[in-house]
């Protein structure tokens, strides 16, 4: 039998009043003083580390006009490769991506980085992570995953947030070349 995650969440949703009403069971902590009761809060798991190389950063055009529709885009950092491991999921970041920062008008960095990952077993993953910065080695990041078939739909299904560390930490060992950078991003799914 196949349940949608849409019916598992109400199954889920529906057995939690019936567990907490149980003899002696005591009902939800009130809040504190002004701040509101959480009915449902959200958690977060690890998913995977993802270290993508890139190279020295190219123009956009000319550097005397950097205007964009939504700021200031002066480089592209193109994506040379890199690696990325995890929870039952490991593989490679396949060259040709890239990320193409942003500055806001308002001053604020965007990241804004389009690249593939191919799995060990062979499967690609097309992963688009935009995010903000707030500091200026460290980003937040909303990444969407698109993959087609069933063992890694999970990824198009969830809901995932993730850091950016800025350069990579020296304990991931990235082997970094002459003329290559690389960025730490740990991926985490809302539970």
Known sequence: MTISR???LGLIGASVPLAASGAGAAGPAAPAP???RLYDKPGVE???DIVPVCSEPEPMGPQDDLT???GKRDVVWPITGGYFTGRDIKGTVIPGGGDFPVVR???VWVVD???RLKTDDGA???IHNVGLSYTEDKFRLLPTFNVSGKKYGWLREGVFVATLTYPVPPEYNAQL??????RLIQVYRLV
């Open 105 to 107: 008008p308002d001053g």
């Open 46 to 48: 690890w998913v995977m």
């Open 113 to 115: 980085a389009l690249y």
């Open 6 to 8: 849409r019916n598992a």
């Open 124 to 126: 690609q993953i097309i």
């Open 34 to 36: 002004g701040q509101p």
């Open 177 to 182: 070349k002459p003329g290559e950078n690389g």
């Open 68 to 70: 964009a529709a939504d």
